[in-house]
């Protein structure tokens, strides 16, 4: 019975934190070489060189950096390293952050005949889109350049419930999930089927038209929707309370 072996001759990963898989610090991630795999009398292979940059470092020669059109640099905030109870979290359990300090703008875009500046200034608290933009190590800090549409709202509280959506964006508190099957059986957190309901806490702006005019949404605060199931960005408050930021685009009904 053949059998197969996998050996790493030479793994070295070069990294001031793996935390930046995180969104915590930017890194190079290497594989120097790995080894022979053997399986029978199959032919020896090694793969070199194999390299994952996690950000982009800008070097220390340059002492800028200026984003274009309608693009925003944002200084990425750094994530917990304890829970609430002073428990250190290890790297891995360390949640990704989707907030941080707006540092640079750029000049805004054009619609139409419609020049529209940036809408948010230098030193705004905001929460991006979780999968945004391009991440940068700049001045020793972790930052992200993004499209001013990607960013979600404006945040001036340490608590989501907070949050200001910006644009067609609206901002929605989870119902709860049902406990309990239509027949009395109880449920386990597991079994829970993830709500696509809740009700409108807060609402974007609206879009811009051709002409600069902004459109207001079709929903208000106070609503109760059904939107789509996968949409958004998902945030829980201080006080455990779930909460959902999408689109109005996937809200699909008002229910009443």
């Known amino acids: 019975m053949a059998t197969a072996q996998l050996t790493a001759s030479s793994i070295s990963v070069s990294v001031r934190s793996l935390a930046s898989f995180e969104g915590l610090r930017p890194s190079t991630v290497k594989f120097a070489s790995f080894g022979t795999l053997k399986a029978g009398s199959a032919p020896q292979r090694s793969f070199r060189g194999l390299v994952v940059k996690a950000a ?3 070097a220390p020669k340059y002492t800028g950096i200026k984003p274009l059109g309608d693009r925003v640099l944002v200084k990425i905030k750094v994530a ?10 290890p790297t891995s359990a360390q949640t990704k952050p989707q907030g941080g300090e707006v540092v640079a703008v ?3 875009r054009t619609i139409g005949n419609t020049k529209l500046d940036i809408s948010m200034k230098t030193g705004t608290q905001v929460v991006y889109s979780k999968y945004a933009g391009t991440e940068v190590e700049f001045n020793g800090s972790s930052h ?3 499209k001013e549409d990607d960013i979600v709202g404006i945040l001036e509280t340490d608590d989501i419930k907070d949050l200001k959506p910006l644009n067609d964006r ?8 049902e406990e309990k099957t239509a027949g009395g059986l109880l449920l386990t957190e597991a079994a829970k089927e993830k709500p696509s309901i809740g009700t409108i806490v807060a609402v974007g702006p609206g879009t811009i038209d ?12 106070g609503n109760t929707v059904l939107y789509s199931k996968y949409a ?4 829980k408050g201080n006080d455990g309370t779930n909460y959902i930021a999408l689109r109005v685009s996937d809200v699909m009904a008002v229910l009443s």
Do not use: C, M, W
């Not at 609206?170 to 999930?177: P, Y």
């Not at 051709?210 to 605060?221: A, D, F």
């Not at 958004?232 to 945030?235: C, E, I, M, P, S």
């Open 80 to 89: 917990e390293e304890k829970t609430d109870g002073g428990i250190l979290l």
């Open 170 to 177: 609206v901002f929605i508190k989870v119902a709860e999930a």
């Open 232 to 235: 958004g960005n998902d945030f």
């Open 56 to 58: 982009t470092v800008v």
């Open 144 to 146: 992200l350049i993004l």
């Open 210 to 221: 051709e002409e600069g005019n902004r459109k207001p949404l079709s929903v208000s605060p």
């Open 106 to 108: 750029g000049e805004g």
